[in-house]
Every structure is written in C-alpha cells, then in structure tokens.
C-alpha cells in the first residue's frame, strides 16, 4: 500500500466506499449523499452544490493494462458536448497496477466544472472514477478532491 491511499484511508472528514463485487474502493467527502444516475455504478454529490460530486464507471475491455490506449496525455474524456482544456495528465503506480490521472476544466454550456480523473484497466473492465467542483469553488474544494482521486483503488475480483 502506497502512503498516498493510506493518508486518504486515515484522513479526518471523509467515508469510504468499498465495492467488493467490482473491485474498487475510494474515500469521499463527510455530508455528500449517494445518489443513483443511469450509466453509473456509483455516485455521490454534494446537495447543495451539485456539480461537488463524485462517480466511478466502468466499461468491459479487452486491454489488460491502461497502458494500452497510449499515453495519459493522448486520453481526456469529457462528454462531446463540453470544450474540455487538459491541465495536468500522470501516471502512478498502486501495487504495480498503472493509473492514469488527468485534471482539466469542461465547459458546459451552462457552467465550467474543474475536474479530476483516475483510469485504470483490471478485471476486464476499463474503471473511471471522476470528481469535480464548480471552477468558481475550486479553490476551496481542490485539496478535498485531490484526496477523493488519489484514494482510488482497484482489487482483483
């Protein structure tokens, strides 16, 4: 276990979420309420503002490795209706397994949301959990968004 998902696992002010059926777990912000939309396996979001949210999808793939779909920085994904500007993309390592993180700004028509991503293949499914905040709150938020993405992990199932 790395020392990045262990502080998150540790850190005051958030809950954990651990699906045992698809193999991953992430922390999530304390008063944020789970919230069912279609196309995702799970979601949290913050009531008042909801653009603070967080979610996690998966897609069943052939590839074994994210390392397979190229670069992180050749990979954003946003929604085709949104102008998306790449900030930041890396690669980590969790027990030898390869994530992808990305940071980047969507601009919807109505709104610009920041937002951070980790990819990663496993299980046969290709896993993406996504976090965000409204730009004019990211200030606030980003630290509590950093912990939610770097506490993303996936387990063999």
């Not at 922390?27 to 799970?42: L, M, R, T």
Request: no cysteine.
């Amino acid at each position: 276990m790395n020392s990045m998902s262990f502080a998150a696992e540790t850190k005051k002010g958030f809950l954990s979420v651990s699906d045992k059926k698809d193999g991953y777990s992430f922390v999530y912000p304390f008063g944020w309420q789970e919230v069912v939309i279609d196309g995702q396996d799970k979601v949290f979001k913050d009531v008042i503002e909801p653009l603070e949210n967080v979610s996690v999808n998966m897609i069943p793939t052939s590839k074994e490795d994210i390392r397979d779909f190229g670069s992180p920085q050749q990979k954003v994904l946003a929604p085709s209706n949104q102008r998306t500007k790449l900030i930041e993309a890396s690669e980590h390592d969790i027990d030898g397994k390869a994530y992808y993180t990305f940071e980047f700004v969507a601009q919807a028509p109505n709104y610009t949301r920041h937002a951070l991503s980790t990819i990663a293949v496993a299980n046969g499914k290709f896993y993406t959990l996504t976090t965000g905040a409204n730009e004019r709150r990211w200030e606030k938020m980003k630290d509590k968004l950093r912990t939610v993405v770097d506490s993303f992990t996936i387990s063999k199932v």
